[in-house]
């Protein structure tokens, strides 16, 4: 907010008076008020929480009575004051920003008040203006650090009179120590608790207490909310709130470089609803000024951006491609307006080093890089897809990458995606004859629900040790998610792809994976959306478009293994389509991945077992549903090449397990 006239700096002309209370303040000369309007600013900057919680007030503005020969009297209790007071009545001190006038009995009365606290370090103005003629005094408090308004307000009272010496400052009470170290007096002046940055005096009225936002709605007649940003299809407008109304001015809005307001309002309003013609508005972002006119003079002026037009991005998690030494991703872009935009996009790539002690990840800012720079035409409806580059570090490590868009002109941006995570850890070697592990993961539901740092760890762990722990396959039991939500998925696959390029693996959906609200539905899991197909070097087919039902083909060591996942409860015709892939791989060693299989007592989940078997847990009335007994007796046990079925599900304080014997007198 801006006060438009001309201003007498006080800081210059007042004069250092020490206070009663030992601190020290600037008091004006010459007094103000009485039948002239005046206006007063003062911007200060908190100290530390030290200083400013050893206060007991904290001063923002004041008015010093004039003492017996015309000059300000020495003494605690100011005329009028907009000062923060502790309130120490409760065992909880708590904070009010009080504006208080003292009347002819030397009784302190608050005007106005707000419940808030002062923020150590933070910068403040304050202003206070008066109007003898209507006996207004209108009063904003703005936190310039956090960009609130902290107090706007005003009061009116017939005959109302304010006048005396201008003064800001140190005029604020330190809170004695209770209990002192031992031969040392409590101290009765702290160091004072704000330092005073400016102090203006204009001799006219500004109504400073008015407020007004710019507000957006579906329709003409219906609810709108207050916004920053509009876009295609909003109906816009400006509500102007003015507390207490005055008949001498009025209000316009106006934008940069336009030369017609573009609305006006008249100064005795409470408030007024006007609408805002978009079409004035230019793509990108235009400063609005709200202005108090008085004939051909403005007195007021408080600014406003507003930006036309949002964006919507989304960075697709990252590729690693080792022989080019790149980090890739590609920027997918909406905008609800046809432009051409200016893109910049840059890259901070962090060393994440896992603290055991801590048990919390480390970030170390690596370097910045270029990701894209350049221009891109963007059509409403229609999705640009822009390529991010990177050079891969060299080093071994785990990495994160935020990606850092920025558009001109500026629009209303959400971003999403734009932090990931990659690893450029050495894989196994596979050579033939070397022993080798295989990783499981079991159910990841909560950490990607909750705890996505987790899951990070766990992946991490994986790829840092792969090649000292001969990590050969990853395989994850299902439940990635635990309500298959979009961020869920974000936060797996995300977690997931620090295992690319370094060890593969194979997902099984379990019941959580296929979660819409309480019901589970096969055909609504989200998994396809987020692990895509070629995400998979291991993967040769599926059951149908979707890897629910795939299977996996995998050397190591010499030896080939078939790793075939099937979906939660398989279907019959899913079950024949394994017996056939499973038939058609005599020479690979088998390995089956479902989400439950094995009841915690070791024995085949079924509704004997386990209350967590398929028919179970599916909606009543679901058909084609095989639990573990139907899966041994329909598939597993009639190959000779099968080895093991590996499940989660149902958790224990043991690892279950069973030996059967298969048709072929195999064990699985």
Known sequence: MEVVG??????????????????????S????GGERPFTLRTHVRLGDSARVGGAREIALLALKPAGDRGRPREEDSPSFAVAWVKDTSSFWPRWQLRVTLRNERGEA??????????????EYETFAGFDPLSGTVSVRVDDRT??????????????LRIAGYPAAGASAVAMPQEHPPAGQE?????EPPADLLAFTLYELYAPVATTWRVEAGSAPQGSFVPVRTLGAGDYARIRIANPVPSGRGSFRVVAAGRPDPLATAAGDMVEALVPLDRSALSVGTTTLFLEYVVGDAVLLRDAMPVTLGRASIYVTPVDVDREAGAIEATLRLTSTHATTLKLNVAAQLYRMTWNAAAKAYEHTLYRTEPAFTGTI??????????????????????????????????LGMTASGAVRHLSTYAPFDRSQGRPFAIAVLPDTQYYARSYPDILIRQAHWIAENAASRNIALVLHVGDITDNNTELQWERARDGMGILHGVVPYVLAVGNHDILVGNVADREKSL????????????????????????YHTVEIGGEKYLVVALEFGPRDAVLAWASDVVAAHPDHKVIVLTHTYTARNGQRVTPATSAGSPELVLPPGTSDVNNAEGMWSKFVRNHPNILMVVSGHLGGNTIAHNVSLGANRNFV
């Open 527 to 550: 998994v396809d959306a987020y692990f895509a197909r070629d995400l998979f070097p291991t993967l040769k087919g599926t059951f149908d478009r979707g890897i629910s039902n795939s």
């Open 186 to 190: 409590s101290p009765a002046v702290a």
């Open 109 to 122: 009365e608050v005007l106005l008040r707000a419940d808030a606290s002062p923020v150590a370090g933070h």
């Open 6 to 27: 001309d201003a007498v700096d006080l800081v210059g002309r007042g004069g250092i008076h020490r206070n009663a209370r030992g601190g020290s303040e600037i008091v």
């Open 377 to 410: 035409d963007v059509v409403p409806g229609q999705e640009a897809a822009v390529p991010l580059r990177i050079p891969l570090p060299s080093e071994e490590g785990l990495w994160r990458v935020a990606f850092e868009p920025t558009l001109e002109p500026a």
């Open 146 to 159: 956090s960009g609130e308004t902290v107090l706007a307000s005003a009061y009116r009272a017939e005959g």
């Open 29 to 32: 000369p010459d007094p103000v």
